[in-house]
């Protein structure tokens, strides 16, 4: 924590300028783009003219010199492969939506659409933001440092969950005869997560992350792993009002009643990573956060399972650490 001391609150701006104004105006057409990982399918809705596009940066350039200045492009998030085009049609000013592919895959089934070829996919991903652009945030790129906190966190909880998957394999039945194998696996898992441990302190210590990070570990029961991890997985912290902060965690509680049925609440949607992040620093502060641990006592002697009131401590952290890193 004395490492991070004496930095600026406040993340960087993105120093990139799109040549034109990105603010929610009304498209004039809509450009649905099937992302796969060598190919683009484009559909327009202007002419509903149909096409493939190599997923090429030469390729992209070319393709977003011929947009029309007011059209907005929308695509799903697919494993990393929408980036290029992404990064092409910010460059180049033009309005862009990476949407939720559940939502998308309801809207195609209110349809009553059964099919599903990429060329669909690009018509009905035009349709929806025809339908539903008023309501769909433009795309932004995050800061360069961002970006790579982003990578780091997610290549260390890969590694984590490898490190579970091989230890639970020594502790099978059986296993004794393949453990001199296992060992050296997990020795080499662990090794690498030292390394992305000190890749992720060193680039937060030589960032502006480093103040955000400084604000939530200020906060009882979060350590340096649960704040690295709501900085790259959550950067929007800070930003939200306290509603919106709990439902992007997927910790807000939806209600599930029917007629004379009332039953708990159950919390869904959001980003699941967000939500496994918070859970170990929500055990934590029912032992040590001055305000939670009454909170989470009082809770349990009001008769909730401890599974919600554990659920109602994490969303309790959630919007202290929005609140904090607003005020900071």
Known sequence: LDELKGLPSRMPADNRKPVRSLTMITPTCFIGCDVGKKEIAVFHSNGGASY????????????????????????????????????????????????DARKVKAFIRSLGTLGKTDAIDARMLARYGQERHDRLARWKPWPAEQQKLHALVMARRDIVAAITAWNNRTKAPGAADIQPLIDPIVHSFRTQLKAIDGAIATLVRHSQ????????????????????????LMPELGTLSRKQAASLAGLAPHPRQSGSKDAYRRVRGGRPAVRNAIFMAALAAVRSHPLIKPFYQRLIQNGKKPIVAITAVMRKLITFANAALKLS
Do not use: M
């Not at 290029?84 to 033009?94: E, K, R, T």
């Open 209 to 232: 992350i480093a103040a955000r990070a400084r604000t939530l570990l200020a906060i009882p029961g979060i350590g340096a792993t649960t704040a690295y991890s709501l900085l790259a």
């Open 52 to 99: 493939i596009l190599p997923n090429q940066p030469e390729a992209l350039a070319r393709f977003v010199q011929t947009l029309d200045p007011g059209c907005l492009v929308l695509c799903e998030a697919t494993g990393g492969y929408e980036a290029v085009l992404l990064d092409a049609l910010y460059s180049a000013g033009h309005a862009c939506h990476r949407a």
